[in-house]
C-alpha cells in the first residue's frame, strides 16, 4: 500500500535537488575555508610587497595556495553532479 | 590564538620582517672599522638612510650629519610602524613607544636645567613618540623648566611632572615608573603572555643596569631603591630589596642565581668598564625578543624585535663613527657594539 504512494519520478527529482544541495555546500564551505585562509596570507603578502615589490610574485603564489581547498569543493560537487 | 587574531597581525608582521631584512648584517660592523668615517658616511648614504643624509647634508655636514640622519631615520622608521599599524598592533606599538617622549622630555628637562641652548637640545630629540617634532620645536623655545612643564599639560606625563620641585632626578624616576606601569597595564589586556614576560625582563635588565652603575657609584641603599622600577620578571621587590644592600663585589656573586648570569658571566671578571655588562645585556634582550618572536609570528612580538633590532643598528653605527672621531681602538669600539 505504501509503496504504491511512492512516486519514483518525484523520488528522483528529489534526489538531484538533494544532490545540487550537497553540490552547493561543498563549494560554498570549500569557498569560505579558502577565504579565511587567504584572508591571513593576502594580507601578509601586501604587508611584504608594500616594503618590497620583489616579493610580488611569492606573495601571489602564497595567497593562491589555499585556492587548492576552493578546488577540491568544485571537484566534489562535479562528483556528485555528474557521478551520482 | 585563533584566524581573526592571526589575521589581524598578519599584515604588519610581515611587513616588519621585510623592514628587519633591510637592517645592517652584523657581518658589516667589523667592515665598518676599518673604513674612515667619509667611507661610513658614504655607505650609509647608500643605504636606507640615503634619503635622511641628503635631506639634512644641506645643513649639516660630517658626524653632526651622521648624527642626526641616524636620529631622523630612527623617528621616521618608528612613525611608519605607528602609521601602518591597527588596532591592538598600533595600540601596542604606540605604548611602547611612549618611552621615546619620555626620552625628549627628559632631554628637553636637562637641557633647559643645565642651560643648554635650542639646537643642543633638538640634537638629541627622537620624536619617535606621540610628541610631534613640531610641538617639540615649539615647547624647547621656552626659557625655563616651569615653563616646559607647564607645556606639557594636557598630556598623559603632565600629572608626573607638575609634581617637579627642583629635584630633577626624582621625576626622572617616577617617569620611568609611570611608562613601565602604563605599557604593563596595556601588555596585559592582550592574549599574548610572552609580550608581557619580554617587558618584565626588559625592566629586569634596566634595573641591573641601574644596580651596577649605582652600586659602581657607591650608592646608599635607599638611594638605589628609589630609582629602580617596580614589575620585575625574575627580580621582584624582594630581590632587589637584597641586591641593593649588597657591596658591588657581593652583588655581582648573587646575580649568579638568576637567568641573566649566562649572558654577563663571560666579563664578570673584567669589570673595570661596565661597557661589557650593559653590551651583553643588550644582546640577551635582543636575542630573546628575536626568539620568542618565532613562537608567535602572527603578534606583536615581531614588531617588538624589529624596534629594538633597530635601535641596536642605530646605536652601533653612532658608536662607530664617534669612535672613529675620537680615535678610539678598533678593540675598544668592538667591545661596545651590540653584535
Known amino acids: 500500500m505504501a509503496a504504491e504512494l511512492i512516486d519514483p519520478v518525484a523520488v528522483a527529482a528529489q534526489a538531484k535537488g538533494l544532490i545540487a544541495i550537497g553540490a552547493g555546500i561543498a563549494v560554498g564551505l570549500a569557498g569560505i575555508g579558502a577565504g579565511m585562509g587567504e584572508q591571513t596570507i593576502g594580507a601578509a603578502a601586501v604587508g611584504a610587497m608594500a616594503e618590497d615589490e620583489k616579493f610580488f610574485g611569492k606573495g601571489l603564489l602564497m595567497t593562491v595556495i589555499p585556492e587548492s581547498i576552493a578546488i577540491f569543493g568544485l571537484v566534489v560537487a562535479l562528483i556528485l553532479l555528474f557521478v551520482f | 590564538m585563533g584566524i581573526?587574531?592571526?589575521?589581524?597581525y598578519a599584515y604588519i608582521a610581515a611587513r616588519v620582517r621585510a623592514m628587519k631584512s633591510k637592517l645592517i648584517p652584523k657581518e658589516m660592523y667589523p667592515k665598518f672599522l676599518n673604513m674612515e668615517i667619509p667611507e661610513i658616511t658614504r655607505f650609509i648614504g647608500e643605504s636606507e638612510y640615503k634619503k635622511n643624509v641628503d635631506e639634512?647634508?644641506?645643513?649639516?655636514?660630517?658626524?653632526?650629519?651622521f648624527e642626526h640622519a641616524l636620529n631622523e631615520n630612527l623617528a621616521l622608521t618608528y612613525r611608519k610602524l605607528l602609521d601602518v599599524s591597527q588596532g591592538e598592533a598600533n595600540f601596542l606599538i604606540t605604548e611602547y613607544l611612549r618611552s621615546w617622549d619620555i626620552w625628549n622630555i627628559k632631554t628637553i628637562i636637562r637641557g633647559k636645567?643645565?642651560?643648554?641652548?635650542?639646537d643642543e637640545i633638538l640634537e638629541d630629540v627622537v620624536s619617535a613618540g606621540q610628541l610631534r617634532y613640531r610641538d617639540i620645536i615649539e615647547i624647547v623655545k621656552i626659557d625655563t623648566v616651569e615653563g616646559v612643564i607647564a607645556a606639557f599639560a594636557g598630556t598623559p606625563y603632565y600629572s608626573v611632572l607638575k609634581e617637579y620641585s627642583g629635584d630633577l632626578a626624582d621625576i626622572e624616576d617616577k617617569l620611568d615608573k609611570m611608562y613601565y606601569s602604563n605599557l604593563l597595564k596595556a601588555a596585559s589586556s592582550t592574549e599574548n603572555k610572552?609580550?608581557?614576560?619580554?617587558?618584565?625582563?626588559?625592566i629586569d635588565l634596566k634595573n641591573l643596569?641601574?644596580?651596577f652603575r649605582m652600586k659602581r657609584g657607591g650608592m646608599e641603599r635607599e638611594d638605589i631603591l628609589k630609582m629602580l622600577i617596580p614589575g620585575g620578571f625574575e627580580l621582584k621587590d624582594a630581590d632587589l630589596n637584597r641586591l641593593s644592600s649588597l657591596s658591588f663585589d657581593e652583588f655581582v656573586r648573587a646575580l649568579e642565581d638568576y637567568s641573566y648570569w649566562k649572558a654577563i658571566s663571560d666579563v664578570s671578571e673584567e669589570l673595570s668598564s661596565l661597557w661589557n655588562v650593559e653590551t651583553r645585556l643588550d644582546k640577551y634582550a635582543?636575542?630573546?625578543?628575536?626568539?620568542?618572536s618565532y613562537y608567535y609570528p602572527l603578534s606583536i612580538l615581531p614588531v617588538l624585535s624589529y624596534i629594538i633590532s633597530k635601535k641596536i643598528e642605530i646605536d652601533n653605527l653612532r658608536i662607530i663613527?664617534?669612535?672613529k672621531e675620537t680615535a678610539l681602538k678598533e678593540d675598544i669600539i668592538k667591545t661596545h657594539l651590540v653584535m
Not at chain 2, 639634512?56 to 650629519?65: E, N
Not at chain 2, 636645567?113 to 635650542?118: K, P, Y
Not at chain 2, 610572552?194 to 626588559?202: R, V
Request: charged share 25%.
Open chain 2, 286 to 292: 635582543q636575542s630573546y625578543i628575536t626568539s620568542i
Open chain 2, 4 to 8: 581573526s587574531d592571526g589575521s589581524k
Open chain 2, 209 to 211: 643596569k641601574l644596580l
Open chain 2, 321 to 323: 663613527v664617534r669612535g
Open chain 2, 113 to 118: 636645567f643645565s642651560g643648554a641652548s635650542e
Open chain 2, 194 to 202: 610572552l609580550f608581557l614576560k619580554y617587558l618584565m625582563k626588559e
Open chain 2, 56 to 65: 639634512i647634508s644641506k645643513k649639516y655636514s660630517g658626524t653632526d650629519l
